[in-house]
């Protein structure tokens, strides 16, 4: 009886010890890196020689619209803020245009009554309409907008897409941009609406960046003009985006649209620190984002002195830098070059209302799916930023802005059906909010 009571206590003791084991070797386990709830066969890739660039997001100390900020006020970097509506995030950035109009505001429609561009080829070009949209029951977008084809300088409007920005959780809109005087080829110029949107982002705790865009005569020697003027101008308002670098400094950021129509020599001499009109180490000196579309372009932009690259297109598969299989590449090279690399993502691609021509881009939405899909791939490289292609570029279809169901006699419009109007507003919150959770896991 001794005997089996011994064994018992020995066993007990065993079972104990055990379980003590099991429980101190599951607390020293991290936690888990993975979606592979979300996109089965997607795993997150391993940081390059376990390390992250130094650079991080800057918030920024609150001030007044329009003025200074104490000294020193952006050097303490974090990720995120409190807006109106929600937690919003200074790492999704996501693209915003100012290009539209309508009679009431602006006494014509400007880009609703977008042309049908004809396609380079004229045997093409044949086979297709000509023409231009006639608003408001026939606008250039295969989409209708839930607030009508409004004017980008209705305060109304202005204040709703805040809204709808901050409800999606992306902190920084960037603001497509051209100098005074300058438009696309079917806009008007709009760069006077430059401060109420300053000002309306700092409503909802936004930041605005600059998407410098192309326009006749554009070059080295002009942007760095088009740097002083925007830093002089808007660089003290509260709502001015700013990015805190690998060496502490808080600087501005610009995406420059189209930077491989400039050759790379011509680049240096204004973002190499030996270049004949140098920015670098200026009270001008700032990130510059420029645009991969084709593989060579990574290397022309490390020559040219850019600070990172960024994708832009929505189409998977269209270039070389949207395609999502080519990120874990990009990412690397960037990674061995102390560049940021900035994938974006969009929620579908289809431009046919402007290019009837171009149907073999379209991206189905598929409900979501696709967008989802493409936030995965870009978490797959663990950027520092992701960028939204887009808010409003309702031409090509990638707009997350709220559309309705739109039927007239001679269109049927798509819409986000089965879901409601905020479907991709709240797909990008849940994204940006699983971005983060996955970037502290990426830090420890």
Same mark, same amino acid.
Request: hydrophobic share 35%; glycine share 8%; charged share 20%.
């Given at each position: 009886?001794?005997?089996?009571?011994?064994?018992?206590?020995?066993?007990?003791?065993?079972?104990?010890?055990?379980?003590?084991?099991?429980?101190?070797?599951?607390?020293?386990?991290?936690?888990?890196?993975?979606?592979?709830?979300?996109?089965?066969?997607?795993?997150?890739?391993?940081?390059?020689?376990?390390?992250?660039?130094?650079?991080?997001?800057?918030?920024?100390?609150?001030?007044?619209?329009?003025?200074?900020?104490?000294?020193?006020?952006?050097?303490?970097?974090?990720?995120?803020?409190?807006?109106?509506?929600?937690?919003?995030?200074?790492?999704?950035?996501?693209?915003?245009?100012?290009?539209?109009?309508?009679?009431?505001?602006?006494?014509?429609?400007?880009?609703?009554?977008?042309?049908?561009?004809?396609?380079?080829?004229?045997?093409?070009?044949?086979?297709?309409?000509?023409?231009?949209?006639?608003?408001?029951?026939?606008?250039?977008?295969?989409?209708?907008?839930?607030?009508?084809?409004?004017?980008?300088?209705?305060?109304?409007?202005?204040?709703?897409?805040?809204?709808?920005?901050?409800?999606?959780?992306?902190?920084?809109?960037?603001?497509?941009?051209?100098?005074?005087?300058?438009?696309?080829?079917?806009?008007?110029?709009?760069?006077?609406?430059?401060?109420?949107?300053?000002?309306?982002?700092?409503?909802?705790?936004?930041?605005?960046?600059?998407?410098?865009?192309?326009?006749? !005569?554009? %070059?080295?020697? =002009?942007? &760095?003009? *088009?740097? #002083?003027? @925007?830093?002089?101008?808007?660089? $003290?308002?509260?709502?001015?985006?700013?990015?805190?670098?690998?060496?502490?400094?808080?600087?501005?950021?610009?995406?420059?649209?189209?930077?491989?129509?400039?050759?790379?020599?011509?680049?240096?001499?204004?973002?190499?620190?030996?270049?004949?009109?140098?920015?670098?180490?200026?009270?001008?000196?700032?990130?510059?984002?420029?645009?991969?579309?084709?593989?060579?372009?990574?290397?022309?932009?490390?020559?040219?002195?850019?600070?990172?690259?960024?994708?832009?297109?929505?189409?998977? !598969?269209? %270039?070389?830098? =949207?395609? &999502?299989? *080519?990120? #874990?590449? @990009?990412?690397?090279?960037?990674? $061995?070059?102390?560049?940021?690399?900035?994938?974006?993502?969009?929620?579908?691609?289809?431009?046919?209302?402007?290019?009837?021509?171009?149907?073999?881009?379209?991206?189905?939405?598929?409900?979501?799916?696709?967008?989802?899909?493409?936030?995965?791939?870009?978490?797959?490289?663990?950027?520092?930023?992701?960028?939204?292609?887009?808010?409003?570029?309702?031409?090509?279809?990638?707009?997350?802005?709220?559309?309705?169901?739109?039927?007239?006699?001679?269109?049927?419009?798509?819409?986000?059906?089965?879901?409601?109007?905020?479907?991709?507003?709240?797909?990008?919150?849940?994204?940006?909010?699983?971005?983060?959770?996955?970037?502290?896991?990426?830090?420890?």
């Amino acid at each position: 009886m001794a005997r089996l009571r011994r064994r018992a206590c020995i066993a007990l003791f065993l079972f104990t010890l055990f379980i003590f084991g099991t429980m101190m070797g599951l607390r020293t386990l991290k936690p888990s890196d993975g979606f592979s709830d979300l996109a089965p066969g997607l795993e997150l890739l391993p940081m390059p020689g376990g390390k992250m660039d130094g650079r991080s997001v800057s918030r920024e100390a609150t001030a007044s619209p329009g003025q200074p900020r104490p000294a020193g006020s952006n050097t303490k970097a974090v990720l995120f803020n409190s807006g109106p509506e929600g937690t919003i995030f200074y790492d999704v950035h996501i693209f915003y245009y100012t290009c539209y109009g309508n009679p009431h505001m602006d006494g014509k429609y400007i880009h609703w009554d977008h042309i049908l561009v004809p396609h380079w080829d004229p045997k093409i070009a044949s086979s297709y309409p000509r023409g231009r949209h006639m608003p408001p029951e026939d606008i250039g977008s295969s989409f209708y907008p839930e607030l009508h084809p409004y004017s980008s300088r209705d305060p109304d409007v202005l204040e709703s897409h805040m809204e709808q920005i901050g409800a999606s959780a992306a902190g920084v809109l960037v603001l497509s941009w051209y100098p005074p005087g300058l438009a696309d080829d079917n806009g008007e110029p709009a760069e006077d609406l430059v401060p109420a949107v300053l000002d309306a982002a700092y409503r909802h705790n936004l930041k605005v960046a600059f998407h410098i865009q192309p326009y006749r !005569g554009r %070059s080295d020697q =002009s942007v &760095h003009d *088009n740097i #002083k003027y @925007i830093i002089d101008r808007y660089g $003290d308002h509260g709502a001015f985006y700013k990015f805190t670098s690998s060496t502490g400094k808080s600087l501005p950021l610009f995406y420059i649209y189209d930077s491989y129509l400039t050759p790379p020599e011509s680049w240096s001499e204004f973002l190499t620190p030996t270049g004949s009109h140098s920015v670098r180490g200026s009270a001008y000196d700032s990130i510059f984002i420029a645009l991969i579309v084709e593989e060579r372009h990574k290397h022309d932009i490390l020559a040219g002195g850019f600070d990172g690259m960024y994708t832009y297109f929505a189409s998977n !598969g269209f %270039s070389f830098g =949207s395609s &999502h299989h *080519n990120w #874990k590449a @990009i990412k690397a090279f960037c990674d $061995d070059n102390n560049l940021l690399f900035i994938p974006s993502v969009g929620p579908g691609y289809i431009d046919t209302s402007i290019r009837p021509w171009n149907n073999h881009n379209t991206r189905n939405r598929v409900n979501g799916r696709y967008y989802e899909t493409a936030l995965q791939a870009a978490l797959n490289v663990r950027p520092e930023i992701i960028a939204i292609t887009s808010f409003n570029e309702w031409h090509e279809g990638t707009q997350i802005e709220r559309a309705m169901p739109k039927k007239t006699v001679t269109r049927v419009y798509l819409d986000y059906q089965p879901h409601g109007p905020d479907h991709y507003l709240e797909l990008t919150r849940h994204w940006a909010e699983e971005f983060n959770k996955e970037k502290e896991q990426w830090l420890m």
